[in-house]
């Protein structure tokens, strides 16, 4: 690699702008090529960033100036596209959620060791400033231990509002793992805990798409904290975007806002506004895994701590199917 890494993407769908505006932003990655099966997506991408246009992740692979390769594919693509572009000497950041299965998480995570390669799992809220700003707080220690940390995460989701592969869990679509994916990072993030038991409730409730669009669930962390995770894709409903920790000495909840009740007056009711500077979360994201390619730091979401989260959302399903609770060894 020269001074500058070489970035390739492929998918040039909803979420590739943003990784193609995030090398914009940085002087030392620059973006080589779009991969996009679909002619018209790819030339106008490439047209529109910039970049050359691949017909296809082989013919991408085949390039010497792309040292990293972002995958904004469809989930059951995610597995087997990371191992080839590993296996292939690329670095890899795969978006979330991680991929359709534990030994597909395993695979990938043996993939990028065998090749001495770094792979990071686009799990971006812990770039998006407010999201990160609440683990700060939390690791302060300022509002004591973390007890708990609930997230109410309830949108509109009707078939046709986003592509259709989204709504069949077959093609590793549903709320809980294309949504439910990120505010169970979040608790983990705030908890920096695995979770080790899950007992919830997965089903097809308000929509007639075939996945779920709606999960309760309790998450036993290693750590001794809790968290409960309610989610809907709603066909109707009020959209709520609500996240909160309970702590010790004190308590914290955000949605675009992060605010916090003051530890030093207890006696005070009420929240106080913390302020947040803002940021760009995918240009962050990639900074992070450009640094951990050149040495200089570590990498924020590796793909042990992608497997982790996918285990639980798995353990979801499995403890809704059963009707009992999950222990995750
Ligand atoms: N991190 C975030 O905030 C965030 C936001 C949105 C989406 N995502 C994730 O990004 C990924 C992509 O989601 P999306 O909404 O952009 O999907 P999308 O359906 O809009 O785009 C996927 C693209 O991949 C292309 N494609 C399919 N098979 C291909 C192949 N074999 N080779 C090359 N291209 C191929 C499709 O033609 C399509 O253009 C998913 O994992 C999704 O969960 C993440």
């Not at 750590?223 to 909160?244: D, K």
Request: hydrophobic share 45%.
């Amino acid at each position: 690699m020269a001074g500058t890494l070489g970035l390739g993407i492929v998918g040039a769908g909803r979420v590739a702008a943003n990784h193609a505006r995030a090398a914009q932003r940085l002087d030392d990655v620059a973006l080589r090529a779009i991969a996009e099966v679909d002619g018209t997506r790819r030339a106008a991408f490439a047209e529109e960033y910039g970049c050359a246009g691949e017909a296809s992740l082989d013919a991408l692979l085949r390039r010497d100036d792309v040292d990293l390769v972002v995958l904004a594919l469809p989930h059951r693509l995610h597995a087997e596209a990371a191992i080839q572009a590993l296996q292939a000497g690329k670095h890899v950041l795969v978006e979330k959620p991680m991929a359709m299965s534990v030994e597909e998480c395993d695979r990938m995570i043996a993939a990028a060791k065998a090749a001495n390669r770094l792979l990071a799992v686009g799990l971006t809220h812990h770039f998006h400033p407010v999201p990160a700003a609440a683990r700060v707080l939390i690791r302060s220690g300022q509002l004591g231990r973390l007890v708990w940390a609930t997230e109410t995460q309830y949108s509109q989701r009707r078939l046709g509002s986003n592509p259709s592969w989204l709504f069949d869990r077959a093609e590793g679509g549903g709320q809980l793992l294309a949504n439910g994916v990120h505010f169970t990072d979040r608790m983990m993030m705030l908890a920096g805990s695995r979770i080790v038991a899950v007992k919830a409730l997965v089903g097809s409730f308000f929509n007639a798409y075939p996945s779920d669009d709606g999960t309760l669930a309790y998450f036993q962390f290693e750590n001794g904290a809790a968290g409960t995770l309610a989610l809907t894709g709603h066909y109707s409903g009020a959209p709520t975007s609500l996240a909160q920790a309970v702590c010790t000495k004190g308590m914290l909840r955000y949605g675009r806002e992060l605010e916090a009740t003051d530890p030093d007056q207890p006696d005070v009711e009420g929240y106080r506004a913390v302020p947040v500077p803002p940021a760009n979360g995918f240009a962050r994201q990639l900074q992070n895994v450009a640094a951990a390619i050149r040495g200089e730091g570590a990498l924020e979401v590796p793909g042990e701590w992608g497997r982790d989260v996918m285990r639980a959302l798995f353990a979801c399903e499995e403890s809704s199917r059963r009707g009992r609770e999950v222990v995750l060894e």
